[in-house]
């Protein structure tokens, strides 16, 4: 298969185009500055040129607290970019696999959200990422897998270890939000699956994170004690650490679907402390 990965130069996209090649396939990989979702023309002149047989769409606005500030810019790349790329994928006859995000949800359940349960986005990162869910279904419903993930860490971005893994260097503790509950998901896992639904090509939603669930504070510790630190990570609730926009208390995922199961976050975060360079400061 060929396979577009749209935000190739991002945290997940590289490991996409890792997981494409490693599975014998052919990676069409375009970082943003090779091609801008935003622009129509350009990405349908993609399509034309690469034909691929599906994207893997992993550009976004993805500055959750400065789209905020930027509601129209975070909406023209996460809800129009993303309608533009099913759109052409859907004219050249490619599957569309596009990635979306828990903070779809209010964070008020208190069981895992499956795939058909009510959204409630809190803030405009969240509104313009439901945007691009319509949009993928508007423009290529039965050509499309939109994937529902969570809480991404990988080697190839900025994420909250390597955050963590910083801080716990410099100081002797750490304040962390305890009252926040999510899916911790290895991006060298999800892009795994992601590949692998290039190729299944289900259609409509499906959530797809790491298993097991746990708070930052709880992911912090486990970071701190694997990294060997003596830092003292402590339990802060959210109003200590307030940030522009506001997110899901609890967004756990679960599936009511024939989702791909990823591992466990526990083993997710031993790979990418493996895969993190000795000596290198995150
Ligand atoms: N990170 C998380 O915790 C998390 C959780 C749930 C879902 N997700 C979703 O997972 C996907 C991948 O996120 P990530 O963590 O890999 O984010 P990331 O590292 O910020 O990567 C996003 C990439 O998209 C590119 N991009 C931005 N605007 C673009 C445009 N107009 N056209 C083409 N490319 C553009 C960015 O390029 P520049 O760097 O040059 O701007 C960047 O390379 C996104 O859909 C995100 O919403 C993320």
């Given at each position: 298969m060929r396979i577009l990965i749209t935000g190739a130069g991002g945290m997940l996209g590289i490991d996409v185009r890792r997981a494409v090649e490693a599975a014998g396939h052919e990676a069409i990989a375009l970082s943003r500055a090779q091609l801008?979702?935003?622009?129509a023309r350009a990405v349908a002149e993609a399509f034309a040129g690469a034909a691929p047989d599906a994207v893997v769409n992993c550009a976004a606005w993805t500055d959750v607290d400065g789209a905020e500030e930027q509601p129209d810019e975070a909406l023209a790349v996460n809800g129009n970019g993303a309608g533009n790329l099913a759109a052409a994928a859907a004219a050249s006859g490619a599957w569309t696999v596009h990635v979306s995000s828990?903070?779809?949800?209010?964070?008020?359940?208190?069981r895992p959200y499956v795939e058909s349960d009510p959204v409630g986005p809190l803030g405009a990162y969240a509104r313009s990422k439901l945007a691009g869910e319509l949009a993928v279904s508007r423009e290529a419903a039965d050509h499309a897998t939109i994937v529902r993930t969570a809480w991404l860490f990988g080697v190839g971005g900025r994420c909250f270890p390597k955050t963590i893994l910083r801080l716990a260097a410099e100081r002797d503790h750490l304040d962390v939000v305890c009252d926040q509950v999510g899916c911790p998901t290895f991006t060298g896992h999800l892009a795994r699956a992601l590949v692998d639904l290039a190729a299944e090509r289900i259609p409509g939603t499906l959530h797809v994170a790491g298993s097991g669930s746990c708070s930052w504070f709880d992911f912090a510790r486990a970071i701190v004690e694997r990294a060997g630190l003596e830092c003292d990570v402590r339990r802060i609730p959210s109003e200590r650490y307030p940030t522009p926009a506001r997110r899901p208390a609890y967004s756990v995922l679960g599936t009511e679907r024939d989702a791909p199961r990823l591992p466990e976050w526990t083993g997710g975060l031993s790979e990418f402390m493996e895969q993190l360079a000795p000596g290198v400061t995150p």
């Open positions: 801008d979702i935003r622009d828990d903070y779809v949800f209010d964070g008020s359940a208190s």
